[in-house]
């Protein structure tokens, strides 16, 4: 049961991450690879703030803007120079883990020993209800302190989604999503279609970072290589999403981040509990993206050829 | 009104696949006029209207709408003055989203964009007022997404969308090609009314002599990347369908001149 507990928190804390990779990939359709640097940047400055004594909310803020200001010269490099996309990306994620190391001043750096977001919440706890409390869920005996956590991550990321959700609906945000969808005819109505897409990558990103230093936060460390799959971790998040939700309006379609971003953390850790080589993991989640890509083309095909059989 | 001084444009410079699609056009069109653009393919008529809206920076010349000089602008600026509505009937709308959001994001053209809420109940009230004299049936569906209609129900609402602000000037190219002849004749005729209503300057490509000889005070032939002819007043009354076959006649013998000396003079000379 603690298992799945922490496992739902870290499902929370990595919606924010999905959260950001809905707005590169399916609001302006923009294979944004920065993610995998965004990500560890975000999770390097919010350590190095608190092991500097920043208060650590302070950090995680200011972890958040660094992700923007990644996100942003990734859609400077794409609209201002012309370069592709995944080009773009790939060159401020690879000038990314630079900085990163930068930032920490070395590759792995512990916060075990410091007061973090996460660190309140746990002596919240205390207050409330003593050390080491422990109740009983469904017949499983959890840690009182484990369920403070989860409801904390919960409602942060209520927050983000009604937050987000609310400007995706206003006249900026619904200017941006028409930027993904038809940027020509946003732009004969005026709007500014790089600006949107700089501001989109910011926006994304920092959401990104955000996720990072909270996960740092929550596991007690940042390493400079735990960006590396995030992309497709939060890609495959998306996509679950939508696959239970099927509503593409924008509210569902940020629930079924989340939910989807949940549902995988579990999934993996069941996979993991049955025995699933950690190494593995990341190719599987590969072939999971691969195959949900895949899927409805294939499906149509059979579809279209079953037809073809039966007109024949 | 609008002032287009002696522009040029040429894709491509310098390579294989250069192509100069405009030669020096000049041409000023005044306040409340409706101007009919016509021209073989490739004669550079989407090149000018593209070149007005800002879709590309001219090489040389000088464009200025209302005495301002609009020549460096970006697209999404002018847009502020200009209403568009494209040949392709995807290009118009946001598929994805819905009539209502379409609709709201064109009562904003080229307004501050805040963090207002985008679409405001009393709003929706003012969409399907606004849609209901197309008499589609739109006035109902105004959730669905925009991708769902057809082509003719798109070019009306992009119509619709472009002058719901009202355009110190409207460019129309060849809006109605994508449709059928019975579609195409409807969203015509709700052109003409929406131009009517408000004497919208205008600019429309059209590929239908029909549509030239009827509509509007203008007519404006380009030829390679030139004006070849173009009748106004009286004159443009005048004019019948055969006069203008006549002339892309001879404007196509001239070609065939030219290119029959062309190769005359490789043969003997080269
Ligand atoms: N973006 C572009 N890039 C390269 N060539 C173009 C571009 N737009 C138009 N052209 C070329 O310019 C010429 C004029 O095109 P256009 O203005 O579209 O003609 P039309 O009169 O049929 O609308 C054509 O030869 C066309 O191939
Ligand atoms: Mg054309």
């Known amino acids: ?25 399916r ?23 608190i092991v500097a004594g920043v208060n650590p909310l302070l950090a995680s803020f200011i972890a958040f803007l660094a992700g923007m200001a990644a996100g942003a010269v990734t859609g400077i490099i794409h609209t201002r120079f012309n370069i592709n996309p995944l080009l773009a990306g790939i060159l401020v994620m690879t000038a990314l883990y630079s900085v990163n190391l930068h930032v920490m001043g070395k590759s792995n750096m512990p916060l075990l020993s410091e007061t973090t977001v996460f660190t309140w919440i746990e002596n919240l706890s205390l207050s409330w209800s003593g050390a080491d409390a422990r109740t009983i869920i469904l017949g499983w005996e959890v840690a009182v302190k ?10 942060v ?49 920092g959401f990104i970072a955000l996720a990072g230093a909270m996960l740092a936060q929550y596991q007690g460390f940042a390493d400079v290589q735990m960006g590396i799959g ?63 890509l895949i899927l409805p083309g294939l499906l149509k095909n059979k579809k279209l050829s079953f037809k073809r059989k039966a007109n024949a | 009104m609008l002032k287009i001084n002696h522009i040029s444009k040429t894709f491509n410079p310098g390579t294989v696949n250069e192509v100069v699609a405009l ?70 709308t946001a598929p994805n989203m819905s009539i209502q959001e379409n609709l709201a994001l064109a009562m904003k053209r080229g307004k501050n964009r805040g963090i207002g809420w985008g679409l405001p109940a009393s709003l929706i009230h003012e969409f399907r007022a606004m849609v209901k004299p197309l008499n589609m049936g739109l006035e109902d569906r105004l959730e669905n997404p925009i991708g769902k209609l057809s082509g003719g129900q798109r070019q009306a609402l992009t119509l619709l969308m472009a002058t719901a602000l009202k355009p110190k000037l409207l460019l129309l190219d060849e809006h109605t090609a994508a449709l059928d002849p019975k579609t195409a ?17 205008t600019m429309m490509v059209t590929h239908s002599m029909q549509q030239a000889v009827n509509l509007g005070d203008r007519i404006v032939m380009m030829h390679k990347g030139k004006v070849a002819y173009d009748f106004r007043g009286e004159e443009k009354k005048r004019l019948k369908i055969n006069d203008l076959l006549t002339l892309f006649d001879e404007l196509r013998r001239k070609d065939n001149i030219d290119t029959a000396v062309a190769s005359m003079l490789a043969d003997n000379y080269v």
């Open chain 1, 230 to 292: 995030m992309m497709v971790w939060g890609l495959a998040s998306v996509i679950i999403g939508e696959a239970i939700i099927n509503d593409n309006s924008v509210g569902f379609v940020i629930l079924g981040a989340v939910l989807g971003s949940v549902l995988f953390r579990l999934l993996v850790a069941i996979a993991l509990r049955w025995g699933l080589n950690p190494n593995d993991l990341k190719i599987i989640t590969a072939l999971f993206v691969f195959i949900a």
């Open chain 2, 23 to 92: 030669q020096d056009v000049s041409i000023e069109i005044e306040e409340g006029s409706f101007v009919c653009v016509l021209g073989t393919n490739g004669s550079g008529k989407s090149t000018m209207l593209n070149a007005v809206a800002g879709s590309f920076i001219v090489d040389e010349g000088i464009i200025t709408l209302d005495h301002i000089d609009i020549t460096k602008w970006g697209e999404h600026e002018r847009a502020k003055f200009i209403g568009r509505v494209f040949q392709n009937p995807f290009s118009g």
């Open chain 1, 1 to 25: 049961m603690s298992l799945l507990i922490g496992s739902t928190t870290i499902g929370l804390i990595l919606a924010l991450l999905a959260l950001g990779i809905f707005i590169s990939f």
């Open chain 1, 27 to 49: 609001i302006f359709d923009f294979p944004d690879i920065t993610a995998e640097g965004s990500f560890t940047f975000g999770a390097a400055t919010a350590a190095s703030l």
């Open chain 1, 146 to 155: 484990d369920l403070w956590l989860l409801l904390f991550c919960f409602l």
């Open chain 1, 157 to 205: 990321i209520v927050g983000f989604c009604i937050t987000l959700w609310w400007f995706f609906k206003t006249n900026i945000g619904t200017a941006m999503r028409a930027t993904g969808d038809n940027d020509q005819m946003i732009r004969a109505l005026g709007v500014n279609t790089k600006l949107m897409i700089i501001v989109g990558m910011a926006l994304s990103n």
């Open chain 2, 185 to 201: 004749a409807k969203v015509i005729d709700l052109t003409q009314q929406v131009i009517m209503k408000d004497k919208l300057t």
